[in-house]
């Protein structure tokens, strides 16, 4: 921090924190100056509570745009993630019937041609795993949903990888093959094949829960938006036979009390 910011800063009386507010005025002036770290809060105003000015956004005020329908499970995760970390955006409805993925501009942004696609200023970013964790880094420093603490942080990350690598390949087939395929076209003796392949999956889940609260113990974390994002599928899902699974039936349940899951997961799918 340059001797010209800190007198301007030290100048300023009223940059204080005040938990009563459930926020600090100091915010402005860190939006003005974003390089303006908690240390240097904390080295000019004894006062300043340093862990909590690490919970707020150090970013200038610049919109967040998310591209996507709201029906996409991917779209969902990142929606759910704002809602946990209490931020504004705008959505713009983009993929399936809605287009706009295949059009030049958008393949500007995205080159793969899917969604979710988030816009912050010049700042764009595709795969909603890495939007979510971007959102926690850049706007929730020390929420507890993406720890700080590095081996905290791998464990919640593995789940994310996990729902790449083996959830949403057997997740797919059985979502498509009966949400997303007019009746008359279903076989369902290939969704049944899928579903019973899908169920080992989610026997996996369904064990961990027996043990703990949350996927990650007793916290909710971004593990859970992840992986409870499919989980409302493999259970809301009709038309299969499946395991009784009362474990994972009772974490989605908890998930389903929370606003963001209610809002963005819980309605219909289509």
């Known amino acids: 921090m340059t001797d010209a910011m800190q007198s301007r800063i030290a100048r300023r009386a009223e940059f204080r924190y005040h938990p009563q507010r459930g926020g600090s005025v100091a915010r402005m002036e860190r939006k003005r100056n974003p390089g303006l770290s908690a240390l240097d809060c904390a080295s000019l105003h004894p006062g300043y509570d340093t862990e909590q000015c690490r919970g707020e956004s150090f970013m200038a005020d610049t919109k967040l745009t998310i591209w996507g329908r709201a029906n996409s499970v991917n779209v969902q995760k990142v929606l759910w993630c704002c809602t946990e970390l209490g931020l504004a955006y705008e959505r713009i409805d983009a993929g399936m019937q809605y287009g706009k993925t295949r059009e030049a501009d958008y393949l500007t942004m995205n080159p793969n041609a899917r969604i979710p696609t988030l816009v912050e200023g010049d700042f764009v970013l595709w795969e909603s ?13 020390g929420t507890p949903i993406y720890p700080e603490a590095p081996k905290q942080r791998a464990s919640v990350d593995r789940w994310l990888d ?38 080992e999956v989610w026997a996996i889940a369904d064990r961990l829960l027996a043990t703990r609260r949350f996927i990650e113990g007793d916290a909710f974390t971004l593990a859970d938006i992840a992986i409870g994002s499919y989980a409302r599928r493999w259970l809301g899902v009709e038309g299969i036979s499946r395991p009784a699974q009362p474990h994972l039936t009772r974490w989605l349940a908890e998930l389903g009390k929370r606003p963001g899951f209610a809002q963005f997961v819980a309605p219909p799918m289509s």
């Open 129 to 141: 795993n890495s939007i979510m964790r971007y959102l926690c880094l850049a706007h929730g420093r």
């Open 162 to 199: 996990w729902t790449l690598s083996t959830v949403q390949p057997v997740d797919r087939p059985v979502f498509w093959g009966i949400v997303r395929t007019a009746p008359a076209e279903r076989d369902m003796i290939q969704v049944q094949r899928d579903a019973d392949a899908a169920a």
